[in-house]
């Protein structure tokens, strides 16, 4: 949304010193003691954005022109020219800061006439507001945007910074509450009024009036529902970006997933291998068992068979001689007798145990390969469980990372359907607002309740916004703060606005324009660019002054607050800003005396001009 600057307020006359100030871009303070100027500096202002009352102190007297310097939304200079109590201005399409007498490049009226050429029309045609319209009456009436109805919103003098009236009502009166709601919906949602037609009769507007409050009561239902204070393209553009994020963790996820599967089935044939190689090493291990058993049954049969040769030597049995079988001497012996019948034992236990040596040397060979296979059977189950931990340890890693994304994965997809919820509610009510808009092009007469009709998410948004501007300050009792559409005013503290005491009411005042300007500005919805208040901190007492004490840090916060103002800010007050202000401010006193005593320098004097 384009926006303007304001750049200088001049006082120009002939024969007298010029009066001006210029305004930084961003945070300007104006501030020193009382009848200085610096109301009459906020009242020249407005009175040069059209306003009606002329601003009138003495030292002002002699004054021929009023030249308020402002910056386009493209950049490009603007000066406004009026003589006090002029009833048209001047515009030049330049930066005059002194007394002038050029042709001006256009010549518009103050005040605002059917033939559009004035103040309001030319001012509002650079915003791209010029042919928006606004409801003026509760019997369906609209009118064209004046610039005085965002003017109020933008400069706030020190009478409309303390009045009761709700800060977003102009004036008093019935039709002023409904203009002021039709503005603030304009400001807060971007959406104008349809130009009325020819109004229906009394019954077709009774029909027209609940075909209507049947659409706003499914409105305000749908709009309940909504989540999130976007809009539908903000929302479109999330869904594509979450469709992006989807694609690429869904490519992540199907990446980890196959590094998973391939990790699972070598981690299964490793099992595999563990049970294969278990079932041999058990196979070994019994066999060695059973060899072992047979060899110390070799060994005992090879000790049996040696013990019965030495005890057969012991009894003779293996000597030459009588025979032990028989008792015959050796001549009487036959030729075959010792050979038959005295080594016949001898030969046999001689054959049973070169048997049972060579079954045993066997055997021996046998338990020694199997032996060989059991070491090397321990070796493979050795690497085969290091190559299963440091799998394990893969699968765990593998799962460490499929967590985060199979969680990121559910929020974004649980993101999306929200956001489809909400897009197919707007789709809704997008379809509601066209039948409505139809039975608007056909005369219906708005109910008092779709005159008022903002979100409430964004009436929500905006409280939020208006509480954490004061919370900023610092001012206790204030929770719950809040706009009220139907009255205009501001709550806080469970009191309104109105309730409050002076110093209170302007603090309240001034929460509201600047959580106004700040929605406004950081969403680019319709706003002047520039916010004026005076006094709003109401440091100048009257003696039967019974506004609420202000303490000092708030006066403090208040002025730091700004630092960060997304558009730019005019504070004119009593009350002197914090040093780290003071360095990032414009600074402007008027002190009473000395260099600068107030708006207007000193006049010289008859002797000095003579």
């Known amino acids: 949304m384009a926006n303007f600057t304001l750049t200088h307020l001049t006082y120009a006359g002939a024969g007298l010193p010029t009066a001006s100030v210029e305004f930084d871009p961003n945070f300007t303070v104006i501030y020193g003691s009382s009848n200085t100027g610096k109301t009459f500096l906020v009242d020249s202002i407005d009175y040069m954005l059209g306003g009606h009352v002329r601003p009138s102190i003495p ?5 021929g022109q009023i030249l308020l310097g402002l910056l386009l939304p493209d950049g490009r200079p603007l000066t406004l020219v009026r003589k006090p109590g002029g009833k048209s201005i001047h515009v030049h399409q330049d930066d005059l800061r002194e007394l002038s007498h050029a ?18 029309h030319y001012l509002l045609s650079k915003l ?21 109805d965002l003017t109020h919103l933008s400069v706030v003098t020190d009478t409309r910074m303390i009045d009761p009236n709700p800060p977003s009502q102009r004036t008093r009166g019935t039709a002023a509450r409904t203009t002021a709601r039709s503005v603030m919906k304009l400001m807060l949602t971007g959406e104008d009024e349809p130009p009325a037609t020819k109004l229906p009769n009394a019954a077709q507007r009774r029909v027209q009036r609940g075909k209507i409050s049947l659409i706003d009561a499914l409105a305000v239902d749908l709009n309940t529902k909504l989540s999130r204070d976007q809009t539908a393209s903000e929302q479109r553009d999330q869904l594509a970006r979450l469709e992006d994020s989807l694609n690429d963790m869904a490519r992540s996820l199907a990446r980890e997933s196959e590094q998973q599967a391939r990790a699972v089935t070598d981690r299964s044939q490793l099992t595999q291998k563990e049970a294969e190689l278990e079932a041999r090493l058990s196979e070994v291990l019994d066999l060695l068992g059973r060899f072992d058993t047979l060899r110390q049954q070799y060994e005992t049969d090879l000790a049996r068979l040696e013990m019965v040769s030495e005890a057969s030597n012991l009894l003779g049995y293996f000597q030459v001689g009588r025979c032990v079988f028989c008792g015959a001497d050796p001549e009487h012996q036959q030729v075959q007798h010792g050979h038959q019948e005295t080594t016949q034992l001898h030969e046999a236990v001689l054959v049973e145990s070169a048997k049972t040596h060579s079954l045993l040397a066997d055997l021996r060979l046998t338990i020694e390969g199997l032996e060989g296979q059991r070491g090397e059977l321990a070796e493979h189950r050795t690497a085969l469980s290091a190559q299963t931990a440091e799998a394990d340890r893969s699968l765990a890693q593998i799962e460490a990372r499929l967590a985060p994304l199979r969680e990121g994965l559910q929020d974004i997809v649980a993101e999306r359907l929200r956001v489809e919820r909400d897009l197919e509610l707007r789709a809704r009510l997008d379809e509601l607002e066209e039948h409505r808009s139809q039975l608007v092009a056909q005369g219906a007469l708005p109910s008092k309740r779709r005159e008022s009709l903002i979100a409430g998410r964004i009436l929500a948004s905006f409280d939020e916004l208006l509480q954490r501007t004061l919370d900023s300050w610092r001012i206790p009792d204030v929770e719950g703060a809040g706009y009220d559409p139907y009255s205009g005013d501001v709550t806080a503290g469970g009191t309104a606005r109105a309730g409050h005491g002076r110093g209170m009411r302007a603090l309240l005042h001034a929460a509201f324009s600047i959580a106004l300007a700040r929605y406004c500005l950081d969403r680019r919805l319709p706003h002047l660019g520039f916010l004026v208040l005076d006094s709003p901190l109401v440091t100048y007492k009257e003696p039967d002054y019974d506004a609420d004490r202000i303490p000092p840090n708030v006066i403090d916060h208040f002025y730091r607050s700004f630092l960060a103002f997304p558009g730019q800010a005019i504070v004119v007050e009593n009350a002197t800003p914090p040093p780290d202000v003071l360095e990032h401010a414009r600074i402007i006193t008027f002190s009473g005396s000395g260099a600068r005593p107030g708006f207007f320098p000193a006049r010289p004097r008859a002797t000095d001009r003579t």
Request: glycine share 10%; proline share 2%.
């Open 103 to 120: 042709i001006p490049d256009a010549v518009v009226s103050a005040r605002r006439i059917r033939s559009r050429k004035d103040i309001s």
């Open 59 to 63: 030292r002002a007297e002699g004054y």
């Open 128 to 148: 791209g507001l010029d042919d928006t319209y606004v409801r003026t009456n509760e019997g369906g009436n609209t009118d064209l945007l004046k610039l005085a």
